[in-house]
């Protein structure tokens, strides 16, 4: 499945943590209903 991600390989923890991180701050207060996708580009491939 790694080889289908447009990245080719599968994504690392402190890849995927960032944006959790990001979002528990005071800098994204202001953001609601937003879907973040971390997928290395699967979807927009498609």
Known sequence: MANR???G???R???IGWP???LATDACAFVTGHTMV???G???SY
């Open 5 to 7: 991600v447009p990245a």
């Open 9 to 11: 390989r599968w994504g």
């Open 13 to 15: 923890p402190d890849e």
């Open 20 to 22: 959790i991180a990001l």
């Open 38 to 40: 971390i997928d290395g």
């Open 42 to 44: 699967m979807t927009s």
